[in-house]
């Protein structure tokens, strides 16, 4: 079973940028497509992007694009977002999620792995 550990959030002022790292132990993430989703106080959790283990091809919730690019190493076992030029309504909880590949949408539904979050915070 993947575990999987995020780090990297904290305050950051309006404009802003930070790095979230999520770091999978216990197996590899062979074959398991990655995903980071968000959660703001009172709101729903939400897909901000994702990245198939197949191709490597990435998917970006419309707020976030050109904002925001995810990767993966996978022999590091981690993939990553870049978040960048934050806005305060970027404050959230941040969440990376793991799911076996195979799946063609994203909902928080198809994702089987949790990790317990990173907050970040922006500032105006």
């Known amino acids: 079973q993947v575990q999987l550990v995020e780090s990297g959030g904290g305050l950051v002022q309006a404009g802003g940028s930070l790095r979230l790292s999520c770091a999978a132990s216990g197996r590899t993430f062979t074959n398991y497509d990655m995903g980071w989703f968000r959660q703001a106080p009172g709101k729903e959790r939400e897909f901000v992007s994702g990245i198939m283990w197949s191709d490597g091809r990435t998917y970006y919730t419309d707020s976030v694009k050109g904002r925001f690019t995810i990767s993966r190493d996978n022999p590091k076992n981690t993939v990553y977002l870049q978040i960048s030029s934050l806005k305060p309504e970027d404050t959230s909880v941040y969440y990376c999620?793991?799911?076996?590949?195979?799946?063609?949408?994203?909902?928080?539904?198809?994702?089987?792995?949790w990790g317990k979050g990173t907050l970040v915070t922006v500032s105006s």
């Open positions: 999620a793991a799911r076996p590949t195979g799946w063609s949408t994203w909902s928080a539904g198809s994702m089987t792995v």
